[in-house]
């Protein structure tokens, strides 16, 4: 946190439905504070009037938002430019305060784009699992497919909805092999090393004896497995994917890096990793405490 709040400083903030749980306002002021800007975040939580949102916090001088569930979508349509990834994915989460309004930006995408390559993690020429067909899978299949896999299977429990982000991703990246399963049918993915990104939300806490594949046998095929989920910090299946030797990571930096990534677009800076590591420590730290 800023050590003075006074007449020059900015405003960034959230919106958001619920924002109370959030951890964003952790991350920006620290990053404020290392940084030396004089800016303050803040959660603002809106009920409903999203558009009056948008618009006052334009007229506040607001100098950019993260925008939260519900409104990832419906946000889209009161923003004067969106960025190209954003577009494709269909979600934006960052507003970036332009000239005469916000331009919007999907940082959920950047934040799991820089946390592969943190963690060394190729999918180019990779067969890749996605499970899950949600809002955060969304973001995830496109990255998958952008980065250039071989072949993207997505594995849903609706499998309806498995296949329209399949179709959707497919018609953005013809180079890859985009299919779609539902969750059951794992045992038809190909005998081949995969890498597997978990984007459901079974195994969250407090759900934390959950994984949405229990299966060893799938597990003996995946070398490397991320899953969004951060609390718990070691979920059941990244034990699932350990247990059988693959390599797993958890959400927590996909967390950390939307964030930055959102700071630097605000203030037109690049923030130093190791100021990154200190704010990863600091999350870490947090989550100790429950
Ligand atoms: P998010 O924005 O976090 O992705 P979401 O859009 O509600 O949230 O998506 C949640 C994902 O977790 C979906 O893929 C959902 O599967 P369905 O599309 O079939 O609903 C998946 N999910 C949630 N609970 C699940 C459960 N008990 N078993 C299997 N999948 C589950």
């Not at 951890?23 to 959660?43: D, F, T």
Request: charged share 20%; glycine share 8%.
């Amino acid at each position: 946190m800023i050590e003075t709040i006074n007449g020059k400083t900015r405003t960034c903030g959230l919106i958001g439905n619920p924002v109370e749980h959030t951890l964003s306002p952790v991350i920006h002021n620290y990053l404020a504070s290392a940084c030396g800007h004089n800016l303050v975040y803040v959660p603002f939580h809106v009920e409903q009037d999203v558009f009056g949102a948008v618009r006052g916090g334009f007229a506040l001088n607001i100098l950019g938002m993260n925008v939260t569930v519900p409104y990832k979508k419906e946000v889209m349509q009161y923003l004067v430019q969106v960025d190209e990834n954003a577009e494709r994915i269909g979600a934006v989460n960052t507003l970036v305060r332009i000239e005469d309004g916000y331009k919007g930006y999907n940082t959920d995408y950047l934040g799991l784009k820089r946390t592969l390559e943190m963690e060394n993690i190729r999918l180019g020429h990779e067969t890749v699992v996605l499970l899950g067909a949600g809002g955060a899978a969304n973001a995830a299949a496109y990255l998958c497919a952008q980065c250039g896999a071989k072949e993207l299977y997505i594995l849903n429990r609706t499998a309806k909805r498995a296949q329209q982000l399949a179709d959707h991703v497919q018609s953005y990246f013809p180079d890859t092999a985009v299919q779609a399963l539902k969750m059951e049918e794992y045992n038809e993915l190909p005998d081949r090393q995969l890498v597997v990104l978990q984007a459901t939300s079974v195994g969250l806490h407090p759900h934390i004896d959950e994984a949405v594949i229990e299966d060893a046998a799938f597990y003996k095929k995946v070398k490397q497995g991320v899953d969004i989920i951060y609390n718990p910090e070691e979920t059941k299946f990244m034990k699932l994917v350990r247990a059988q030797g693959g390599r797993a990571v958890n959400g927590l930096q996909m967390l950390l890096y939307q964030a930055v990534t959102a700071y630097e677009l605000w203030n037109g800076v690049t923030i130093d990793e190791e100021i990154c590591q200190r704010v990863l420590k600091l999350l870490q730290k947090e989550f100790s405490h429950e």
